[in-house]
């Protein structure tokens, strides 16, 4: 477990809490959602596949030292992992979406919603590499 630096009380660090958080707040989300779509099996299934993720997590970083790193951010080894894996989970969902168009087109269709969410992510990725590249 990972200790708050600047506390003089020695509470958790509160960092830890924003992904449990996170989870919480999209199975509201999901549950507003359903809910105003007329679709409550999705509403509270959603919710409660949220909120079990989040309880999960909570659990398994008092167990896990890479869960709790992932949760805390504190150590570095971790968070390079991270952005490893994000960065494979990236390059995956991007292929998926550029097979998904090439299907469409190939079909007849007109490749949309593929054609907007790679446009979106590569306006994301220059504006990312702009943005790193002045930062450092």
Not at 20 to 35: C, E, K, Q, R, T
Not at 68 to 97: C, P, Q, S, W, Y
Not at 107 to 136: E, K, S, T
């Amino acid at each position: 477990m990972s200790i708050d630096e600047g506390s003089a009380h020695g509470t958790r660090s509160w960092k830890r809490w924003i992904t449990p958080g996170a989870a919480v707040l999209g199975g509201l989300v999901y549950l507003v959602s359903g809910w105003s779509g007329g679709d409550r099996t999705f509403a509270f299934g959603g919710l409660a596949v949220m909120l079990a993720l989040a309880v999960a997590l909570v659990l398994l970083a008092r167990r896990s030292e890479t869960v709790a790193g992932l949760l805390d951010g504190k150590d570095e080894r971790i968070n390079h992992i991270d952005g490893e894996a994000t960065g494979i989970a990236g390059r995956t969902l991007m292929a998926a979406v550029v097979i998904g168009f090439v299907v469409e087109i190939a079909q007849g269709q007109d490749g949309h919603p593929y054609d907007m969410l790679a446009m979106i992510a590569g306006v994301a990725y220059v504006l990312a590499l702009v943005v790193l590249r002045i930062r450092r």
